[in-house]
């Protein structure tokens, strides 16, 4: 009986995760077309249908994991419950998928290397979506207007930290422990130091101020 060949989509995953593992043991400049069609168990004909190069699977290796990190984002963002520890979920999340697909991020981030590499506009759309994403939850959150220079910067220091930890696999767990802790206390102490100096903070503070102060003339009366 005959079997069907896999749909295009069917393959062409094959052929991301085939290239995940083979860049845990060699850098991309060694990965070949007939390397990965091996490795995926298929031809090569049917790989270059899948690809036209190795360059196009890079970018949708880079592609498939940016969707990943901004699903995860939006999971937490979306959260309605806002636990206290939602912010330590999103930088422990962050560091933990550093450290783990660490091979796939350093292949990314030489790409971005390269002249006239892609790659660049792909992360700036990551992060585009990453701080539009921020915002709305900012806005939605804090009643105050969102400062996208600083939703920007916070999102940065993100992908800085998670390229930090895949450039440097030599860190120890405790190590990676304590990036996780000094990331969230900058995001968090940032957050509350704009909302302490907004419009709406400062409008709240007087409020309180003069009930206190009636309080005071009332109990002294």
Known sequence: MHTPRPGIDVQRERVLDALERLLEHRGMEEVKATMLADEAGMSRATFYRAYPSVE?????????????????????????????????????????????TRHVLVAMFREELRPGATARGSRHQRLETQVDMLGEWWVRSTGTASD??????????????????????????????????????????????????????ATSGTKSAKAAKAAESAQAK
Do not use: M
Not at 78 to 86: F, G, I, R, V
Not at 150 to 157: E, G, M, N
Not at 161 to 183: C, I, N, T, Y
């Open 148 to 201: 996208r220079s600083v939703i920007y910067t916070l999102a940065l220091l993100l992908q800085i930290v998670g390229v930090h930890v895949a450039l440097h696999p030599e860190f120890l767990p405790s190590q990676r422990d304590d990036l996780k802790r000094a990331s969230s206390f900058v995001i968090r102490a940032t957050i509350d130091a704009y909302r302490s100096a907004s419009p709406a903070s």
């Open 56 to 100: 196009a699977l890079l970018e949708a290796c880079y592609a498939r994991f940016s969707e990943r990190v901004t699903r995860r984002l939006a999971a937490f963002l979306s959260d309605e419950e806002q636990s206290a520890e939602w912010l330590s979920g999103i930088v422990n999340a962050v560091v933990d998928d550093a450290a783990r």
